[in-house]
């Protein structure tokens, strides 16, 4: 029973652009989200989370949004650079004794073309 | 520097053997984790820690056992491999204090023959 879900395998767009990753869950006890990103054969990194009690967090190029009442949280970038080419990977943590565990969504493949 | 360390990157072994996997983290931090991806690329918790201590346990079969020297070790050992423990193990660590985000090591690709 998948509670987080990413149901874009992939996703390509072109360098300048803008990227747009999504993600929707189904536990309604998940109160922070977090975006991760991941290259070939390393490890996830931390890339922006946003808490339950905000609809939007920014760090540079980078903005997760969050719509409660739908469940949904994306991820846009912009401006998609080459470099981002990666594996993101939207996860999140409950209350009520989850937040020892991330709750993982299958990733979403981000080729950004030169 | 490494926060989190797993090694090894890579570990072929037959059906049958025992193996272990150790992981390190220089934060501080009092909370580590094991993942495992598995083919379907799926990012699932198998166990934490917290301070040395056992906090969850998904239900990963006892052949799997963590091991916390101190809170700056996990390491994981696994008996009797078998096929189906083919997969993509990462080591993880962070505060457990309040939500925030955890640190994850590159991860050691175990395939099993």
């Known amino acids: 029973d998948q509670q987080v879900k990413q149901n874009s395998p992939s996703l390509s767009v072109q360098e300048g652009r803008i990227s747009i990753l999504n993600c929707d869950y189904t536990?309604?006890?998940?109160?922070?989200f977090l975006w991760y990103k991941k290259y070939p054969a390393e490890g996830p990194t931390f890339l922006i989370s946003?808490?339950?009690?905000?609809d939007k967090n920014e760090d540079g190029r980078f903005t997760v949004f969050l719509n409660k009442s739908a469940k949904h949280l994306s991820l846009h970038i912009v401006p998609s650079q080459p470099g981002d080419s990666a594996v993101y990977f939207c996860a999140a943590l409950g209350s009520g004794g989850s937040n020892y565990k991330l709750t993982f969504g299958k990733g979403t493949l981000l080729t950004v073309n030169p | 520097d490494t926060a989190v360390s797993q090694t090894p990157k890579y570990l072929v072994t037959q059906m049958g053997n025992d193996k272990s996997i150790k992981c390190e983290q220089n934060?501080?931090?009092?909370?580590m984790y094991w993942y495992k991806q598995d083919s379907k690329k799926f990012l699932k918790i198998m166990f934490s820690y917290n301070n040395k201590e056992l906090i969850i346990n998904e239900t990963v079969p006892n052949r799997f056992s963590p091991k916390s020297p101190d809170k700056a070790h996990l390491n994981l050992h696994i008996n009797s491999l078998e096929l189906g423990d083919s997969a993509v193990y990462f080591c993880?660590?962070?505060?457990?204090?309040?939500?925030?985000?955890?640190?994850f090591g590159q991860g050691t690709r175990l395939t099993v023959v």
């Open positions: 946003i808490s339950s009690i905000k």
């Open positions: 934060l501080g931090h009092d909370t």
């Open positions: 993880a660590s962070s505060q457990p204090d309040g939500n925030t985000e955890a640190f």
């Open positions: 536990n309604s006890m998940f109160d922070y």
